[in-house]
């Protein structure tokens, strides 16, 4: 079975810097691409970045373009979202999503909470 | 940026009852178009890839068509775990852009 499992999120000041991390399980990690997509509160959703199955290429949403840095690590089966500069409307619930760069995104994680406030 | 738009916003409907709900693109996505479910305090579920193909393990009541700038997600007859969010979501072009959502909810 294909599980996506996201982890750390949290609370963090305005300016500062969080990184997630979204474990994957039950298929070739190495070869599918793979997305983030935020949810704000009582929103809908937004496409945040996609890395290609190989991690040279990647694509950002403007809002987060020199802000947030996705990569991946093959041996752990790993996705990670690098976040910095933070804004309050940053604040969201990132799901981590297989796919999505040249085919559909057809998994989705269960999400983490980013909360970002003073 | 191609811009999604979801009709209605809002519909109210019994169970048994047939949904249907409109994603409109503000230019041609070819058949790149997909539609995701969400109930609430879920993550989304995908449910229709290339604007007609039903993803694994979704019931046959849920189909979809179009092509290139009007596509539609239908629902056949209500089931109660139906009651939901729908968005439609294209890969056509960067960035990757989704409606902004239609609530199924019951009447």
């Known amino acids: 079975e294909v599980q996506l499992a996201e982890s750390g999120g949290g609370l963090v000041q305005p300016g500062g810097s969080l990184r997630l991390s979204c474990a994957a399980s039950g298929f070739t990690f190495a070869g599918s691409a793979m997305t983030w997509v935020r949810q704000a509160p009582g929103k809908g959703l937004e496409w945040v970045s996609t890395i290609t199955d190989s991690g040279d290429r990647t694509n950002y949403a403007d809002s987060v373009r020199g802000r947030f840095t996705a990569s991946r690590d093959g041996s752990k089966s790993a996705l990670y979202l690098q976040m910095s500069g933070l804004r309050a409307e940053d604040t969201a619930v990132y799901y981590c999503?297989?796919?999505?760069?040249?085919?559909?995104?057809?998994?989705w994680g269960k999400g983490t909470t980013v909360t970002v406030s003073s | 940026e191609i811009v999604l738009t979801q009709s209605p916003a809002t519909l109210s409907l019994s169970p048994g009852e047939r949904a249907t709900l409109s994603c409109r693109a503000s230019q041609s996505v070819s058949n790149y178009l997909a539609w995701y479910q969400q109930r609430p305090g879920q993550a989304p579920r995908l449910l229709i890839y290339?604007?007609?193909n039903t993803a694994t393990g979704i019931p046959a009541r849920f189909s979809g068509s179009g092509s290139a700038t009007d596509f539609t997600l239908t629902i056949s007859s209500l089931e109660p775990e139906d009651f939901a969010v729908y968005y439609c979501q294209q890969r056509s072009s960067w960035p990757r852009t989704f409606g902004q959502g239609t609530k199924v909810e019951i009447k």
């Open positions: 999503v297989k796919g999505g760069w040249s085919g559909v995104m057809d998994v």
């Open positions: 290339d604007a007609s």
